[in-house]
């Protein structure tokens, strides 16, 4: 199993930058090939934010918010991180991480939450105007 926990959410104005943090604790035996953020705003369907592998420099990120926000890695630390700058109160919503173990993601797919194994239980972010 694989223990994920997010992090860094919270209230902020319109124009204002958070950074979340997703932490994992794995099981020994498995690899975590690569971490996505998805969000969940209210009366939407989830939403693809952002994915990179653990490994190179490979990232993704969802048409809307390329440019705005930045996903990174600490491998020392075991964390990916959301940087989410010029906030939009569209961009209320619970963010989510998950990890894909089984080698699922690809160039094709990373934005399909099917393929990952784990998620985290989202934290919170609310952006008012």
């Known amino acids: 199993q694989v223990q994920l926990v997010e992090s860094g959410g919270g209230l902020v104005q319109a124009g204002e930058s958070l950074r979340l943090s997703c932490s994992a604790s794995?099981?020994?035996?498995?690899?975590?090939?690569?971490m996505v953020w998805f969000r969940h705003a209210p009366g939407k369907e989830l939403e693809f934010v952002a994915a990179?592998?653990?490994?190179?420099?490979?990232?993704h990120y969802a048409d809307s918010l390329k440019g705005r926000f930045t996903i990174s890695r600490d491998n020392a630390k075991n964390t990916v991180y959301l940087q989410m700058n010029s906030l939009k109160p569209e961009d209320t919503a619970v963010y989510y991480c998950?990890?894909?173990?089984?080698?699922?993601?690809?160039?094709?797919?990373?934005?399909?939450?099917?393929?990952?194994?784990?998620w985290g239980p989202g934290t919170q972010v609310t952006v008012s105007s």
């Open positions: 998950a990890a894909d173990v089984t080698f699922s993601a690809a160039d094709f797919n990373y934005g399909e939450s099917s393929i990952y194994d784990y």
């Open positions: 794995e099981d020994p035996f498995l690899f975590i090939y690569a």
């Open positions: 990179m592998r653990l490994s190179g420099v490979s990232t």
